[in-house]
């Protein structure tokens, strides 16, 4: 009797710690499975180059305790494309003024000039365009270098090309002076379709950041000129023109931006004329900006290309803080009548903003060369891979050299090609 209940504790005991050891194995087994999604989660939300790793990965690598879901982010992705100076030398002008019939009607036709970059404009959901010359139209007299005045006519085209995205703030802002400025600002207010910044008709205009919603993601949009030609703005427009004279405005600017957008995309006039090498104060002021968390710095102004780069944001102590600025430092011209070959030699940039909650990527890269195509009276641009040759030996500059599109191809391959971004060419 006393064996046969010996026996039975014995056996009883045996089947107690074998549940324990069973119920200890499926603890450590719920923890390592809780340690590896935390180790997946931690790879979407830092991932860096793992992006593509999503949270429906770790759903379906680590079953969750009594069916708990994790939600999959939702990436909204917006594109952009951008080009360099709309500037208006007078023999342009006078072009679109025989493109739109009678010479000194008062009408004028920009838009076959624009046509070969329809089909990029049509395909891309923002377009950024520097408006180099201000608008203050055929009343104050038109006028080309040094001094510029432009038809406001080009605010209706480039809207109808399909540019949504314009600065006015450029060493030519106050070439007009505050009149100027009115009267392109009541230019542009009547195409709301284009988000216009740079250039204010008072301090609450200038106060207001420009944001633009695209497919529910909020886009700002600022920009500053760091030269004025010499002009210095009276103290009472000291709110016309956003300069980079004071280097505090623009961090404030940046974080109302920032506050209120989950994009924010900075214009910039600067750099030293025809010199495709970025100056000092270029770099020094990019990184500013990269510090403050802009996204997306599109550089003007130099008449010529410049490279293109990504910088890490820097904190107080100049360590890194995760996050990143691609800065194009110069697109080179647009639309000009400039006479130098190589300052006909330009860039379309264009990528993809992939937008999550809480962060901000920059994909696709991509560098499309252009020429700014002058024949004579005859203005046009087109894509460097879609310039025939008989109209590029055509070309008042470019035409000269030993080979015009040879030449186009290794401008681009000298100032782009180390900066890593693919090139369509």
């Known amino acids: 009797m006393g064996r046969q209940t010996g026996a039975h504790e014995g056996s009883a ?3 107690l710690r074998r549940q324990a050891v069973a119920l200890v194995a499926l603890a450590l087994v719920a923890a390592a499975l809780a340690i590896a ?9 830092n991932g860096g180059e793992r992006t593509g790793a999503t949270e429906a990965l770790v759903a379906s690598r680590a079953p969750l305790a009594q069916g708990a879901r994790l939600a999959e982010p939702t990436a909204t992705r917006v594109t952009l494309s951008a080009v360099g100076d709309h500037l208006m030398n007078m023999p342009v002008v006078y072009a679109a003024d025989a493109n739109a019939g ?7 036709d920009f838009m076959p000039m624009y046509a070969g970059v329809a089909d990029v404009l049509a395909t891309h959901d923002l377009n950024f365009i520097d408006i180099e010359t201000i608008l203050g139209g055929d009343s104050l007299g038109l006028s080309g270098y040094p001094v510029f005045n432009s038809p ?3 605010a209706g085209q480039v809207s109808a090309a399909g540019w949504n995205l314009a600065t006015t703030a450029t060493n030519h802002a106050w070439d007009q002076g505050m009149e100027g400025i009115a009267n392109s600002s009541a230019t542009w207010a009547a195409y709301p379709d284009v988000t216009v910044t740079g250039t204010f008709t008072s301090p609450e205009d200038r106060a207001r950041v420009r944001v633009r919603e695209v497919g529910g993601v909020r886009v700002a949009f600022l920009a500053y000129t760091d030269y004025l030609n010499g002009y210095e703005l009276p103290d009472e427009y000291g709110y016309a023109i956003a300069t980079t004279d004071d280097w505090q405005v623009v961090a404030d600017d940046v974080a109302r931006a920032r506050a209120q957008a ?3 995309i900075v214009a910039m006039s600067w750099g030293d004329e025809n010199s495709t090498t970025p100056n000092d104060f270029q770099r020094a002021f990019a990184q500013y900006l990269a510090d403050q968390d802009a996204d997306l710095v599109l550089g003007f102004g130099p008449h010529v290309i410049q490279p293109v780069e990504t910088l890490d944001a820097r904190d107080e102590s100049g360590s890194p803080t995760g996050h990143r600025t691609l800065v194009a ?6 639309l000009s009548n400039q006479p130098e070959a190589i300052e006909n030699v330009e ?7 992939v937008v999550t909650p809480g962060r901000v990527r920059i994909e696709g890269v991509t560098w499309t060369p252009l020429v700014n195509h002058i024949d004579g009276d005859y203005h046009a641009v087109f894509r460097l891979r879609d310039y025939p040759d008989e109209l590029a030996y055509a070309h008042d500059s470019i035409g000269l050299t030993d080979s015009p599109t040879t030449y186009a191809r290794d401008v681009t391959e000298e100032v782009i090609g180390p ?3 693919s090139i369509d060419m």
């Open 329 to 334: 430092y110069s697109l080179g011209n647009f």
């Open 37 to 45: 999604g935390a180790c997946l989660v931690r790879a979407v939300t």
């Open 13 to 15: 005991d045996r089947a």
């Open 152 to 154: 406001a006519a080009i």
């Open 419 to 421: 900066c890593g971004v």
């Open 262 to 264: 989950d994009v924010v």
């Open 347 to 353: 860039g379309c940039l264009t990528c993809t903003f």
């Open 102 to 108: 009678e010479m000194g009607d008062g009408l004028y």
